[in-house]
């Protein structure tokens, strides 16, 4: 048998010690996972931090915004911004803020509709509470949006409050944008006692350009 000196034998065992060690490391931020939690991948690794991110109204779907028994806006395009803020064990969206330029008072083409903003400063943060669902809500207080309709006979103003829940149903297939799909039946927002319908679908994607999916961790 070949005699291997006690200082070499102490630098091997050193070495596969740092090996298994980065094993660990790179099969903990392996995607996709099995836990609770909900984390943010691209090409099958996890990533950590925060991530800016873009979204645009879908060309092919339509959008409401309706003060039940009030008023009913039509607004022309759609557009968010804001961030995915990612660590290992889960994923939250902050600073979410969405415009509607261009609204108009279904019935009364005359009227100034003020453009409505979804997430007045700061914004909107939503929780992920699974792969394929997103409840949006103030990030502080209870403002969610404001209606302003003015020159007209149905001159008309309200605080918007409550949250809206969405779908991200194609969410942990990896792609450079993601659907998320906001329901009017998944509505809890008022102004004042009124219930209050919003309806849209739109597209996310990262403004690193990259291809991303929710898992689980």
């Avoid at 109204?57 to 911004?81: D, M, P, R």
């Avoid at 409550?162 to 297939?173: F, I, R, V």
């Amino acid at each position: 048998m070949r005699f291997i000196p006690r200082s070499m034998f102490a630098a091997l065992l050193a070495v596969l010690a740092m090996s298994a060690i980065g094993a660990a490391s790179a099969s903990a931020s392996e995607c996709p996972g099995t836990g609770e939690g909900v984390v943010l991948c691209s090409g099958g690794h996890v990533l950590e931090g925060t991530f800016a991110f873009t979204g645009s109204k879908k060309a092919s779907t339509g959008a409401k915004f309706n003060v039940v028994g009030i008023v009913s806006l039509q607004c022309e395009g759609q557009t968010s911004k804001g961030q995915l803020v990612a660590t290992k064990t889960h994923v939250e969206m902050t600073n979410l803020v969405i415009e509607r330029p261009g609204c108009k008072l279904e019935g009364h083409a005359t009227c100034k509709v003020k453009p409505l903003v979804f997430g007045i400063s700061p914004g909107l943060k939503g929780v992920l509470s699974s792969t394929s669902e997103i409840s949006l809500s103030p990030m502080t207080g209870e403002l969610f949006s404001e209606v302003s309709i003015t020159q007209c006979e149905q001159e008309y103003s309200a605080k918007v409050t409550g949250q809206q829940k969405c779908k991200l149903a194609k969410s942990t297939a990896e792609a450079v944008t993601h659907e998320e799909v906001c329901a009017s039946s998944e509505s809890r927002l008022k102004a004042g006692t009124r219930i209050v319908e919003l309806e849209f679908t739109e597209e996310i994607k990262l403004s690193s350009g990259q291809s991303f999916s929710l898992q689980r961790s």
